[in-house]
């Protein structure tokens, strides 16, 4: 490609995320979703915490740390406190969606209960933590240490960690708490949600302060998670060709300690596609699992964040990277990347999606191609020797954005056409562009603003196991 293709849309880009800036008392707060106002004019206007991020890390590496510090501050004071808000509406501790300045100039968070479907958005915490972790990094300044930011910290992390009556390690949330916000099937553990749960409790590690009991607290019970959360991802949802065959010879109705079979996933669940379709060498973390099930959709954020949090250890990221060449055009396709493969069609799409006319097949989140998430291809990318597709995708991506208008999503199979409902003007394609062109030029930008290797977990002692359970003294005959 002429480097003049990759300058112009980078100068388009810059132009549309500069144009993209909120402010509030005069200071810059964050970013608009989109701006163009689309047909129904929805929630567009609001700047989205997810949708940040990839501007915010471009802001970091640019030396632009104001507009993240003062979103950083002012997201910490929309967190949802019990005493201010009805516990039984909203958790204490969790950060909006997204927030707008409104035209008498107070600021508005939405938690959910406007947004369609009232989806609940757990990621929002998640890549609160993580960008603070980045900021701190990039910038040496450390804004973690003031009270009021470890007091929200521990808020989020109680939440996350305290108040839970599950026996897994990963997090149960509801459908469309995270990136895809509508029903889709994955509600339950989500692989998203529980990379991004790996990454932020990374940050929490290095950010909380352990001078009294409660930070002490706090400190030993992420470390516990952490370690049985990334070994329970790296048994249970890892898929490869091995792991294909020992699922299709698994026994089923296994009771006790020794089960192998820990979820009794029955072999005909296998989808028949993925037999096919996973490459030799190839390898990648399946999309949910939980009693019964298995989801062997390939969900494209959530394995790229596993490879970045340091969930996957190097030959796990390398043959992710498998997957992502050989099944290049079912993947990267026209314009990278497809957010999950394959789509549910039919009946499945009815009883998956609710019947959503957004969602069909290869359409949106239901097998669609977003630009945004060329960021993290090109984090991971740069980190397992393989920029030469980063650079091929940016290619793509740099002959189409402009000139489309930088569409939220495209659709088809291979991403040929323009979402049918695709925002135009949407600030994160265009902040997702300029990341990914930024770790490719400087991947050092990759270990500085993310976890630099992979976690060795350890081996802890089942939860649960020890002594036989007695009956206490109040029980009648004890
Ligand atoms: C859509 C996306 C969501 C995004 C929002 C704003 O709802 O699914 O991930 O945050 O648009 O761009």
Redesign the pocket.
């Known amino acids: 490609m002429q480097d003049s293709t990759l300058l112009r849309a980078r100068e388009d880009a810059e132009r549309l995320l500069e144009s993209a800036i909120m402010r509030y008392g005069g200071l810059e707060i964050g970013v608009r ?2 701006l163009e106002p689309g047909p129904i004019p929805l ?2 206007d609001h700047c ?1 915490v ?2 940040f991020v990839p501007a915010a890390l471009h802001f970091l590496i640019h030396g632009r740390v104001g507009i993240v510090r003062n979103f950083l501050l002012l997201v910490l004071e929309m967190q949802a406190h019990e005493q201010e808000k009805d516990p039984d509406r909203i958790g204490a501790g969790l950060l909006p ?2 927030f707008r300045v409104r035209t008498d100039g107070a600021v508005d968070p939405d938690y959910g209960e406007e947004a ?1 479907g009232r989806v609940t958005p757990v990621d929002s915490s998640l890549w609160w933590i993580l960008l603070l972790r980045a900021f701190v990094r990039a910038t040496g300044e450390d804004l973690a240490a003031r009270p009021e930011v470890q007091a929200a910290l521990r808020r989020v992390l109680g939440g996350l960690l305290l108040q839970r009556f599950e026996l897994v390690p990963t997090l149960l949330v509801p459908d469309g708490s ?5 029903r889709m099937g994955v509600g339950g553990h989500p692989l998203e949600i529980q990379a991004l749960l790996v990454g932020a409790l990374r940050a929490a590690a290095e950010l909380l302060q352990t001078d009294d009991d409660e930070g002490r607290d706090h400190a030993h019970a992420v470390d516990e998670r952490l370690h049985r959360l990334v070994r329970h991802l790296r048994s249970e949802y890892w898929l490869d060709l091995d792991r294909l065959n020992r699922i299709h010879r698994y026994r089923n109705d296994q009771f006790g300690e020794d089960a192998v079979n820990l979820f009794n996933v029955y072999p005909d669940a296998i989808p028949r596609w993925a037999v096919d379709w996973m490459p030799d060498g190839g390898g990648y973390l399946a999309g949910n699992v939980g009693p019964g099930l298995l989801d062997f959709r390939f969900f494209t954020l959530g394995n790229l964040l596993a490879a970045l949090m340091g969930v996957l250890e190097d030959g796990g990221a390398a043959a992710l990277m498998t997957v992502l060449r050989e099944r290049e055009r079912d993947l990267l396709g026209r314009m990278p990347l497809k957010i999950c493969y394959p789509a549910v069609a039919g009946t499945a799409w009815r009883l998956v999606t609710g019947s959503d006319p957004k969602n069909t097949a290869w359409s949106y ?1 239901n097998g669609g191609h977003w630009p945004v998430l060329l960021w993290a291809l090109a984090a991971v990318a740069v980190r397992t020797d393989c920029g030469d597709l980063a650079r091929e995708a940016l290619r793509r991506a740099a002959a189409r954005l402009p000139g489309d208008r930088w569409p ?1 999503y495209y659709d088809g199979r291979q991403g040929r056409l323009v979402g049918k409902l695709a925002r135009l003007e ?1 600030v ?1 394609s265009a902040s997702g562009f300029l990341l990914a062109q930024d770790f490719v030029e400087d991947p050092e930008q990759v270990r500085r603003l993310f976890p630099d290797a992979a976690l060795e977990a350890r081996d802890l002692p089942r939860s649960g196991a020890g002594a036989p359970f007695r009956l206490g003294p109040g029980f009648p005959g004890s």
């Not at 995270?178 to 509508?182: T, V």
């Open positions: 979703a989109a929630n567009y989205f997810r949708d969606a997204s369609i995270f990136m895809i916000d509508r989140h939220e949407q994160w």
